[in-house]
C-alpha cells in the first residue's frame, strides 16, 4: 500500500478542520450578512480582502519549500523552523505597516472604514506563528494543526454570532476575526510543546539558510503576490467603482465559491510528503500518482461545479434571503474557477518537487494580468458579474491555458488535459474479466 494509510488519515484531518469551517464558518457568515446587509457586510469582506492581499509578504513563497526541507533534512531542522519564523515575521510586519498606510490614506475610506481596517490588521502580527503547520505537515501529524484551528473557529463563530444577535457593530466581527487567528496559535504553540522533543523546540536564526530560503522562496512568493491580486483584486475594485453594496453581494457568491477550496490544498497538502519521496524512488510511480490525483480533483471540481449551479437561485434565497438574491447568478459563474483551483492546487506542489517554481510567477503573473484587464474592462458596465467573469477566466489563463506555451510545463497541462476527460476516460474503460477456467 505504500504507506499511504498515514497520508490518508492525514488528508481526512486537513479535511475535517476545512469541512467544519465550511460548515460551521460558512452558516455564521450567512447569519452575519444577513443581519448587517450588504453595505456592512462589503464593508466586512473588503476588509478582508485587504488583510488577504497585504499578508503576502508574510507568506514570503516558503509554505511547500519549507515542508519539502523538513522532509529531506534530517539534521538541522531547528534551524529552518527558527529561520523560517523570522523571516515570515519581518514579512507581515511590513505587510501591516503597508495596509495602515493604505488604511489611513487621506480621502481613501471612512472612518468606520479605517477603525476596522486597523482592527483587523492585527492579525498580521499573529500570523508568523502558523510557520508551526510546516512541522505538523512534514511529520504527518496534521491532526494538530486541525485541532488547533478547529478550536479557534468553534469558540470564535460563537462570539460572532452573540455579537450580531445583540445588533453590536461590524468592528465587533472584526475583532472576533482576529481572536480566531491568535487562539488557533495558541493551540498550535501548546501541541507543539507537547509533541516535540526538547531539542526540536530550540530554534535559532541562520544567516546561510535565510539567503538560501529567500533565493528559492523569492520565486514562490511573486507568484503569490500575483495569485493573491486575482484572487481578492476584484472585491477591492468594486468597491471602489461601485461601493460597499456591491462587494457585499458578490462577496456572498465569492464566499460560498471559495469555500470549497480548502479541498484541494487539504488533499495535495497531505500526500505532497510522500510525493516527493516517489519522485526519488518510483519515478513512474511518482507520475501515476500525480495524474490520479489530477483525475480525482478535477473531476470533484466538476461535479461540485455543477451541483452549485443547478442549486445557487434557491439556496442564496434561502439562506441569505431577497437582498442577496443578485449572488445567485454571480455564483453560478463564479463557482466554476474551481475546476482550475482544484488542478492549480496540484500543480502549485508539483513545481516544487521538479524545481520548476519560477513557473509558479510566470502563470501567476499571466492570471494577474489578464484579472486586471478584464476587471478594469467588465466591472464598470457589469459590476459584480463582470468581476466574476473575470475571475473565472483569469484563472483558466493562469492554472491551464499558460502551461501549454512552455516546454517544460506542457507534461502538466498535458495531464491538466486529461484530467478534465476523467470522467469520460474512467467510464469508457472495459471492465477487465475475470481469466477462463480451462
Same mark, same amino acid.
Given at each position: 500500500?505504500?504507506?499511504?494509510?498515514?497520508?490518508?488519515?492525514? %488528508?481526512?484531518?486537513?479535511?475535517?478542520?476545512?469541512?467544519?469551517?465550511?460548515?460551521?464558518?460558512?452558516?455564521?457568515?450567512?447569519?452575519?450578512?444577513?443581519?448587517?446587509?450588504?453595505?456592512?457586510?462589503?464593508?466586512?469582506?473588503?476588509?478582508?480582502?485587504?488583510?488577504?492581499?497585504?499578508?503576502?509578504?508574510?507568506?514570503?513563497?516558503?509554505?511547500?519549500?519549507?515542508?519539502?526541507?523538513?522532509?529531506?533534512?534530517?539534521?538541522?531542522?531547528?534551524?529552518?523552523?527558527?529561520?523560517?519564523?523570522?523571516?515570515?515575521?519581518?514579512?507581515?510586519?511590513?505587510?501591516?505597516?503597508?495596509?495602515?498606510?493604505?488604511?489611513?490614506?487621506?480621502?481613501?475610506?471612512?472612518?468606520?472604514?479605517?477603525?476596522?481596517?486597523?482592527?483587523?490588521?492585527?492579525?498580521?502580527?499573529?500570523?508568523?506563528?502558523?510557520?508551526?503547520?510546516?512541522?505538523?505537515?512534514?511529520?504527518?501529524?496534521?491532526?494538530?494543526?486541525?485541532?488547533?484551528?478547529?478550536?479557534?473557529?468553534?469558540?470564535?463563530?460563537?462570539?460572532?454570532? @452573540? %455579537?450580531?444577535?445583540?445588533?453590536?457593530?461590524?468592528?465587533?466581527?472584526?475583532?472576533?476575526?482576529?481572536?480566531?487567528?491568535?487562539?488557533?496559535?495558541?493551540?498550535?504553540?501548546?501541541?507543539?510543546?507537547?509533541?516535540?522533543?526538547?531539542?526540536?523546540?530550540?530554534?535559532?536564526?541562520?544567516?546561510?539558510?535565510?539567503?538560501?530560503?529567500?533565493?528559492?522562496?523569492?520565486?514562490?512568493?511573486?507568484?503569490?503576490?500575483?495569485?493573491?491580486?486575482?484572487?481578492?483584486?476584484?472585491?477591492?475594485?468594486?468597491?471602489?467603482?461601485?461601493?460597499?453594496?456591491?462587494?457585499?453581494?458578490?462577496?456572498?457568491?465569492?464566499?460560498?465559491?471559495?469555500?470549497?477550496?480548502?479541498?484541494?490544498?487539504?488533499?495535495?497538502?497531505?500526500?505532497?510528503?510522500?510525493?516527493?519521496?516517489?519522485?526519488?524512488?518510483?519515478?513512474?510511480?511518482?507520475?501515476?500518482?500525480?495524474?490520479?490525483?489530477?483525475?480525482?480533483? %478535477?473531476?470533484?471540481?466538476?461535479?461540485?461545479?455543477?451541483?452549485?449551479?443547478?442549486?445557487?437561485?434557491?439556496?442564496?434565497?434561502?439562506?441569505?434571503?431577497?437582498?442577496?438574491?443578485?449572488?445567485?447568478?454571480?455564483?453560478?459563474?463564479?463557482?466554476?474557477?474551481?475546476?482550475?483551483?482544484?488542478?492549480?492546487?496540484?500543480?502549485?506542489?508539483?513545481?516544487?518537487?521538479?524545481?520548476?517554481?519560477?513557473?509558479?510567477?510566470?502563470?501567476?503573473?499571466? @492570471?494577474?494580468?489578464?484579472?486586471?484587464?478584464?476587471?478594469?474592462?467588465?466591472?464598470?458596465?457589469?459590476?459584480?458579474?463582470?468581476?466574476?467573469?473575470?475571475?473565472?477566466?483569469?484563472?483558466?489563463?493562469?492554472?491551464?491555458?499558460?502551461?501549454?506555451?512552455?516546454?517544460?510545463?506542457?507534461?502538466?497541462?498535458?495531464?491538466?488535459?486529461?484530467?478534465?476527460?476523467?470522467?469520460?476516460?474512467?467510464?469508457?474503460?472495459?471492465?477487465?474479466?475475470?481469466?477462463?477456467?480451462?
Amino acid at each position: 500500500m505504500e504507506n499511504w494509510a498515514r497520508h490518508i488519515k492525514n %488528508a481526512l484531518w486537513l479535511l475535517s478542520d476545512r469541512g467544519l469551517a465550511l460548515v460551521l464558518g460558512f452558516f455564521v457568515s450567512a447569519y452575519v450578512a444577513r443581519v448587517y446587509g450588504p453595505e456592512m457586510f462589503g464593508i466586512y469582506s473588503y476588509g478582508l480582502a485587504l488583510v488577504y492581499l497585504f499578508a503576502v509578504p508574510g507568506h514570503a513563497g516558503l509554505n511547500a519549500l519549507v515542508v519539502k526541507r523538513l522532509v529531506e533534512n534530517e539534521t538541522d531542522k531547528s534551524a529552518i523552523m527558527g529561520t523560517s519564523l523570522a523571516i515570515k515575521g519581518l514579512g507581515f510586519i511590513t505587510g501591516l505597516l503597508l495596509l495602515l498606510g493604505f488604511a489611513f490614506y487621506p480621502g481613501l475610506h471612512t472612518s468606520t472604514e479605517r477603525t476596522l481596517l486597523a482592527i483587523m490588521c492585527v492579525s498580521l502580527l499573529i500570523q508568523p506563528g502558523y510557520v508551526l503547520d510546516f512541522w505538523f505537515q512534514a511529520h504527518y501529524e496534521a491532526r494538530y494543526q486541525a485541532l488547533s484551528k478547529q478550536i479557534a473557529l468553534v469558540l470564535v463563530s460563537g462570539m460572532k454570532v @452573540g %455579537a450580531a444577535a445583540m445588533g453590536a457593530s461590524i468592528l465587533w466581527i472584526a475583532g472576533a476575526t482576529v481572536m480566531q487567528a491568535l487562539i488557533a496559535v495558541v493551540f498550535l504553540v501548546l501541541f507543539y510543546r507537547g509533541t516535540a522533543t526538547a531539542d526540536r523546540q530550540r530554534w535559532r536564526f541562520d544567516g546561510n539558510e535565510a539567503i538560501s530560503l529567500l533565493r528559492q522562496g523569492g520565486v514562490v512568493f511573486l507568484g503569490t503576490f500575483f495569485a493573491a491580486i486575482y484572487l481578492k483584486l476584484d472585491q477591492i475594485m468594486l468597491k471602489m467603482v461601485k461601493g460597499d453594496a456591491e462587494v457585499g453581494v458578490y462577496a456572498v457568491a465569492a464566499t460560498i465559491s471559495e469555500a470549497f477550496y480548502f479541498i484541494p490544498v487539504a488533499i495535495t497538502t497531505a500526500v505532497f510528503p510522500r510525493l516527493i519521496e516517489l519522485r526519488s524512488e518510483n519515478p513512474n510511480t511518482y507520475q501515476h500518482r500525480t495524474q490520479q490525483l489530477l483525475d480525482g480533483l %478535477a473531476s470533484l471540481a466538476l461535479v461540485l461545479a455543477i451541483l452549485v449551479t443547478l442549486l445557487a437561485t434557491p439556496f442564496i434565497s434561502i439562506v441569505f434571503g431577497a437582498q442577496y438574491s443578485g449572488a445567485a447568478l454571480i455564483l453560478s459563474i463564479h463557482i466554476w474557477a474551481a475546476v482550475f483551483i482544484f488542478m492549480r492546487a496540484v500543480f502549485s506542489k508539483w513545481i516544487v518537487a521538479e524545481g520548476l517554481i519560477w513557473f509558479s510567477v510566470i502563470t501567476q503573473g499571466a @492570471g494577474a494580468l489578464v484579472n486586471v484587464a478584464l476587471n478594469a474592462a467588465l466591472i464598470p458596465s457589469m459590476g459584480a458579474l463582470g468581476a466574476a467573469l473575470a475571475t473565472l477566466l483569469s484563472y483558466a489563463a493562469a492554472s491551464y491555458f499558460a502551461l501549454a506555451f512552455f516546454v517544460k510545463t506542457r507534461s502538466m497541462f498535458v495531464m491538466m488535459t486529461l484530467a478534465l476527460l476523467a470522467p469520460f476516460r474512467y467510464l469508457s474503460r472495459k471492465p477487465k474479466l475475470p481469466p477462463k477456467r480451462s
